[in-house]
């Protein structure tokens, strides 16, 4: 194992380059990477890098964002096989449809989509700041929110705002929603309970209560909220509803404090895919290359720019 860390260091030395790891990665990847975090931070860590090369671990739109955004540097991801149900949901054709039903709508799509997608888009948002990002946009406008429904309805809750919302959802996300959170609850009645707007529980939740995020111990957050938070706390027990990736980080934040999974099945095999043989590979033999083709980069950035503005 030490041996191909070796490795990949000495090649990240030689060729400038720098290695993204999403929250969701395997400990290795999280353990080498230069910066972890969410599809926000990665991105803004992409745009202000001076590496020749970006290796993303994580998965494709997300190396797909990185190359809109830094057009003239090297975007690597070590598996095109890693991809996102999510994003697969909704294309550009289906996109251009849906915005002829309502013209004049202004269209938010979550940064889990494609570039062609992006492209026929007028905002960006994640989790962590959709709901800022609708509530910049004038209230005389229709909008159209896409393509996850739990984390369009849990901004359309936050915001008071109805919206279009598209009918898709992330498979890993959505399973979460399976598991009986008042049992989890009452197995452990001292945890704060941290789940992600994209989490079907959490849409679930919010009917039963309408305000679900102020309940007591109970917290909707981006995976960066959930790490600020956990940071901030004097809880040592934490209940997360998420990809299991993240409670890796969470646990080197607070060593001493004990965290459970929802759901343990909660297990993106996308975000697994990429391992540390890998990304050796990726950056021996740049391995593979991520170029969005011109006019749609350049039309897919205007959405991003402009959340990048808001947030
Ligand atoms: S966890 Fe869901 S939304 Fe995230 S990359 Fe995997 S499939 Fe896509």
């Not at 992006?118 to 989790?127: F, L, P, Q, V």
């Amino acid at each position: 194992m030490n041996d191909i860390i070796n490795e990949i260091l000495k090649l990240k030395k030689e060729k400038n380059a720098v290695i993204l790891a999403h929250n969701y990665q395997v400990g290795e990847i999280q353990d080498i990477a230069d910066f972890v975090g969410d599809s926000l931070g990665l991105s803004q860590q992409a745009a202000k890098t001076n590496a020749d090369v970006i290796v993303f671990c994580g998965v494709h739109f997300m190396a797909e964002t990185a190359s809109i955004i830094s057009p003239n540097k090297k975007i690597l991801i070590p598996d095109t096989e890693a991809g996102c149900s999510l994003a697969s949901t909704v294309n550009a054709d289906q996109l251009r449809e849906w915005k002829l039903q309502h013209p004049g709508a202004v269209v938010v799509s979550y940064v889990n989509t494609t570039a062609e997608v992006k492209a026929e888009s007028d905002y960006c948002c994640t989790s962590s700041n959709a709901v800022k990002v609708v509530e910049a946009i004038s209230r005389e406008k229709r909008i159209l929110f896409l393509p996850d429904k739990f984390l369009g309805q849990y901004v359309s809750v936050t915001t008071g705002r109805e919206m279009e919302i598209w009918n898709g959802a992330c498979h890993v996300h959505e399973k979460i929603g399976d598991v009986n959170f008042d049992e989890a609850q009452a197995q452990h009645p001292d945890a704060e309970f941290l789940i992600h707007p994209e989490c079907g529980c959490s849409s679930a939740c919010m009917l039963k209560s309408q305000l679900y995020f102020d309940c007591k111990n109970t917290h909707i957050f981006s995976t960066e909220g959930m790490i600020d938070y956990v940071k901030k706390s004097d809880a040592d027990e934490f209940v997360v509803a998420t990809e299991i990736g993240i409670l890796h980080r969470l646990k080197k934040i607070k060593p001493a404090a004990a965290f459970y999974p929802l759901n343990e099945k909660s297990i993106c095999e996308y975000m697994k895919m990429i391992t540390l043989e890998k990304l050796y590979e990726s950056l021996r033999y740049d391995k593979f290359e991520v170029k969005v083709p011109e006019e749609i980069a350049r039309k897919a950035a205007l959405p991003i720019q402009r959340m990048l503005e808001i947030v």
